[in-house]
Every structure is written in C-alpha cells, then in structure tokens.
C-alpha cells in the first residue's frame, strides 16, 4: 500500500526502501525521538520528504490532493485536537468537515459503547479526562470510514486496565473491516501480539 524510496526528512528520518502491506495491521516501535511519529505523518502528508519518493498505492504521494487523502488516510496523534462543544459534536466533526451524512444518535452511542465510554452525547468535552479525549477522537476516525489508520500511540492516555481492551477494539474494527492499521507503540509486548508486521525504527533508519 505504502512503498518508501529513498525517504530523508531533515536529520529525522533516513529510509532507503520500505513496504507496507495493504490489509495487515503493522506496528511501529523504536526509542522516543528515532522518528516514529514523524514516520507517520510522512504517510499522511502532514510533513513531505526533504529528499525521496513515498507512493501510495502506485501514486507518488506528492502528486496527491492532500485534503483527498487525509480523508483515506486519518491520524490519531498521542495529543488529539477536541473541539470546543459537546461529544456528539466531537464524534461528527470529520463527517461535516467532509459534507457528509450525520449519523442519528444510535450509532453514536454505539461507537461510545464500542470505545467503553458511558457518556452522556450532550456531555461538554472539556470535562473529559486525556484518555477519554483520546477515545472520543479515535471514534472520530471509526465514523469517518477511512480505508488506513495511523495511530500514535493510541493507548499512550489509557491505564493499564483499559489499555489493551482498546487495542484490542482496534485492531479487531481493523480486521472486521479490511481497514490497514499502522500504529506507533511504546510496547513490545503489544506489538508482538497485535501486530502482523513490525518496523523498528532506530538512529532514524
């Protein structure tokens, strides 16, 4: 799905070639600051290559509508963006961004349920704890539908009780529905056991 050529960022990131298989979910793990999160927002075009191709899907990435493949291709960062307003607000944001179809509250209280959040849809975010921000965002993605998830450290807010019950919602919402999963981890443990492929990044390579 992902073929990287050469890819330099700055003093970050040094590839020389990686694939990325369409449908698996793959874990990226490595030290804080080898370049994890910026590996990630190098496939979601948040940052372009200093030197180098990326192709999606045979497309050289830079010749690519940016705003049309975020839509495909959607980030979940360790510190996700809440809108001033109420969780239902939150959960559509993607959606009207788009100008698509608003779902009724059934389904969003179903993506709470999914997420094991008891929460009230009215309920102001601003009262949410970080992990519960972090969830609310990841139900976000989940309604917007798109065909990869880049997830950076999804479980970095959650405590250890609640940790893996949601990589395991994840992971499992990604095989259910032939979603490509790349997620960003700080634990071994979790990518050997969710994973089916593994980057190791380290000294930026």
Known sequence: MFRLEQVKFKEIINISFMEISEGLITGVIGASGSGKTTFLRLLNKMVSPTSGKIYYRGQELSQIDSVSHRREVM??????????GTIRENLVAALQIQGRGIPDDEKLLGVLKQLALRKDLDENTEKL??????????????????????????????DDSTEDFIIDMIVTYARENQKTLIMVTHSVDIANKYTDERIKMEDHR
């Open 129 to 158: 704890s970080g992990g519960e921000k972090q969830r609310i965002a990841l139900g976000r993605i989940i309604l917007a539908d798109p065909k990869v998830l880049l997830l950076d450290e999804p479980s970095s807010a959650l």
């Open 75 to 84: 980030m979940l960062s360790q510190m996700p963006i809440m809108f001033d």
